[in-house]
Every structure is written in C-alpha cells, then in structure tokens.
C-alpha cells in the first residue's frame, strides 16, 4: 500500500517534464521535504512525459514517453522518491506500469473505460482527477472502472468545476462527497486556479489564490495536495502562471501539512 492515513500525501513537480535540468532540482527539493518530514507526510514526484491535451497543436507537449520514463527511473534512484505520471491511451499504461508507482487519468478521460480499465489492469496505484464537467458523486462510476480492473489502491482528486467560459471554481462540498467513495481525496491547487484558454492559444491562471485553494480544501477534509511547482514558472513551457515559485515550496507545503496535522489532532479531541 502507498497510502498511509496517518501521514499527509503530497504530489509535486513540474507540470512538464520539460528537462532533466528542471526535473532533477525540483526532486532534490521534494526530497529534502520527505527527509525533513518522513514521520509526516508521503511525497510523489509528478510529472508530465506529454502533455497531450494542449489548447494549441503549436504548444510544446514535453519530453515523450521514452525519455521521461528514463528521467522517472532517474528521480527513483537518485532520490527516492514515488512517481506519478499522467496516462492518455490504453496502450500506455502497460510501459509506464514498469517505472512509475502511480498512474494519474487525466481530468478530460476519466469516463475513457478503455483508459480506467488499462490503469487498473497494470496492478499500480491509479490516482483519477475528476473532470470539470463531471459532478462530484459521479466519480462513483470511474472508481468502479478502476477498482473492478484490479486497482490496489483508487485515489481521488479535485481540480474544480466549469464556471461559464474560460473559469474554474472549486466546489469545497466535492471534497466530503468524494471522500464517501474512495480515499484518498487530494485536492489539485495549481489546476484549481486555472483559466482554461485564458491567454488565447494557452490557458492562464491565477496562482496568487493557490494557498487559499489548498488550506480550505484541507479544512474540508482533503487528505493530500497535488502541487505543480517550477524554479522558474514564468519561463516554464506549460501552465506558466498556475505553477507555484519552488523557491516558495517548502513555506506552503509546510503550512499545509501543518494545517493538516492541527485539524486531525482536533477531531481526534473529540
């Protein structure tokens, strides 16, 4: 089993896996975070081998799956770390199985059953992001998929609703309801700040209200964070403006799981 319930899980990295460069740094700071907080918390290195639903067909998808599965396995040694990665087709799930502890169902395929039924079958941990489309109790029916394919452990994450065009709000009642069909529930921060095709041929965002998003989903009950987090965000080849500063990193990680801990520690008071 990959999830504990007694430590705070948290997902980070570069939305692409745009570098070793970047990648390396991001996981030497992730991975400074686990030693500091290994009684704590589970931290999962994410990252994005292709970015395969880009707004524009102009937009750099990221590495490919050949080189990025080779930077996973280099994080896993050289680290320590979990991997996550997103998967987009059936046929991927097999190949990224052999390297990556986690596989992440994007949030525009999880009702894709041939997708679901492929994460499920590879016996890895399957993490579905619910769709900005999809109400939350209706989650019910991709964790079916996966969890009937074999999946050991089916976890959930919230990444808001469609708010007419171009805007996302995150609803905190999804974070209860989810959690009444499978654990854990994570709430995405970065993605919840989104503006969908916000700056015409890319999406935009928000990043200042990513804190708020992930305290009061923590409040909510969310038993992890899903983070992207860049050394340079401007500059980064995708979701520039929803990735969190790594030089900000550990202060908000470190609030939230501190959160976390506080509020279990007050129901366990009662």
């Known amino acids: 089993m990959l999830y504990d319930s007694s430590r705070f899980l948290l997902i980070a990295g570069p939305c692409s896996l745009e570098s070793w460069e970047i990648a390396s740094k991001v996981a030497k700071e992730l991975a400074a ?3 500091e907080h290994e009684d704590k918390a589970i931290v999962i290195f994410k990252g994005s081998f292709d970015k395969a639903n ?3 067909q102009d937009s750099n998808r990221g590495p490919g799956m050949d080189k990025g599965l080779e930077w996973f396995k280099k994080i896993k040694q050289d680290y320590g770390l979990p991997v996550l990665t997103d998967i987009h087709t059936p046929e991927q799930a097999a190949p990224v199985a052999e390297v990556c502890d986690v596989l992440q169902i994007p949030a525009f395929l999880c009702r894709q059953t041939d997708v679901l039924i492929a994460a ?15 109400a939350p109790p209706d989650i019910e029916y991709a964790v079916a998929k996966s969890r009937a394919s074999g999946s050991p452990e089916t976890w959930l994450t919230e990444r808001g609703t469609t708010f007419g065009y171009g805007n996302l709000v995150v609803d905190m009642r999804a974070i209860p309801i989810m959690g009444s069909i499978s654990r854990p529930v994570i709430i995405d921060a970065s993605h919840g700040v989104q503006l969908p095709g916000g700056a015409g041929g890319q999406s935009s965002g928000n990043r200042e209200w990513i804190p708020t998003i992930a305290k009061a989903a923590i409040a909510a009950g969310a038993d992890g964070l899903f983070l992207e987090t860049h050394p340079d965000p401007q500059n980064a080849i995708s979701d520039k403006d929803s990735q969190w500063p790594l030089s900000d ?3 908000l990680a470190g609030a939230c799981l501190d959160l976390w801990i506080f509020l279990r520690k007050q129901v366990a008071q009662k």
């Open 33 to 35: 975070f686990q030693t």
């Open 249 to 251: 990193f550990n202060q």
């Open 120 to 134: 499920g079958k590879s016996g890895k941990v399957v993490n579905i992001k619910k769709g900005q489309f999809l």
């Open 54 to 56: 880009r707004t524009s």
